[in-house]
């Protein structure tokens, strides 16, 4: 398995200093990055205005893998249903990240009111998928807590991944949100298998123990929406990877049994600098076995 980097977690920087950002990922030691457009409905591809030329000669410069990208219009969850509806506009997004050589593309998060409106979604996941398939790409459903709410006492996720057609959805699990909902990550590794492509990491301080079960403050039975999403979220919630209290060598480990090919570092916040952070992160893996570099 390897490791590798959101771009999220540096994305001031990245949008301040982008070739300057990309430089210190490299020097770090980072060779894959998944990139984090928030801003695709005005750029189809990095999100801060590099045209495809510019930004695939510098990571080609620097040997970085662009393994794939979330996905997401400026407003962020207000408008994701009409932008995955957008099927024009995807796809110009896989045509910049197939050539780039990307084999992922990301659904960085939803939100599902009711079955009938998930059902939705999903034929929407179901059509963008395919179109991913046709250039190569295998399009991922990356999870929260949310996702393992209850719609009638089924958990959404399971109902996405029952509705979906493996070929053209498969899972990006975080496995911090794993934890904040009270799961194993190791169960859902096993349980999504070959469908699993990446896996994403960070770590939860053990000061704030108090506050690692989400459903304290949201209701399990109740679904979210964008805004309620955030109260069980709070940048004192976040540590760097190895200084927490998630065992991520176990999600390693886990990982392994089923060949998934990276692990990325994807911090939302930091009280350190971005790139100080991504550095901890990145010397903490470094303690850790059956990793690639």
Request: aromatic share 12%.
């Amino acid at each position: 398995m390897q490791i590798g980097l959101q771009m999220f977690t540096v994305r001031n920087s990245f949008s301040k200093d982008p070739m300057g950002t990309l430089e210190q990922i490299a020097k770090i030691g980072y060779k894959n990055i998944e990139m984090a457009n928030h801003n695709a409905y005005e750029d189809v591809g990095t999100g801060v205005g590099l045209s495809l030329k510019e930004f695939k000669a510098k990571v080609d410069e620097l040997g970085i893998n662009v393994v794939g990208a979330h996905i997401l219009p400026a407003d962020g969850a207000k408008n994701i249903d009409p932008f995955f509806r957008d099927y024009d506009r995807f796809k110009k997004i896989i045509d910049f990240y197939a050539e780039l050589g990307s084999k992922h593309l990301s659904i960085p998060i939803d939100f599902f009111p009711t079955k009938d409106y998930l059902l939705k979604r999903c034929e929407s996941y179901n059509k963008l998928g395919e179109m991913c398939a046709e250039a190569g790409i295998y399009l991922l459903y990356h999870n929260h807590y949310n996702e393992f709410q209850r719609l009638n006492g089924e958990y959404m996720m399971d109902l996405i991944m029952e509705n979906t057609d493996p070929k053209y959805l498969g899972v990006e699990l975080d496995a911090y949100w794993m934890v904040r909902g009270l799961f194993d990550p190791r169960d859902k590794i096993r349980e999504f298998g070959n469908r699993l492509a990446i896996l994403h990491e960070k770590d939860f301080p053990l000061s704030q123990i108090d506050n690692l079960n989400a459903w304290k403050v949201i209701d399990q039975d109740v679904p979210c929406d964008y805004v309620s999403f955030h109260s069980a979220t709070d940048p004192e919630y976040f540590i760097e990877i190895g200084d927490g209290i998630i065992k991520i060598q176990d999600v390693i480990d886990a990982g392994n049994e089923f060949d998934v090919p990276y692990i990325f570092v994807e911090q939302d916040y930091t009280k350190m600098a971005e790139l100080d952070s991504i550095k901890r992160s990145y010397d903490n893996f470094r303690k850790m076995r059956d990793l690639e570099w």
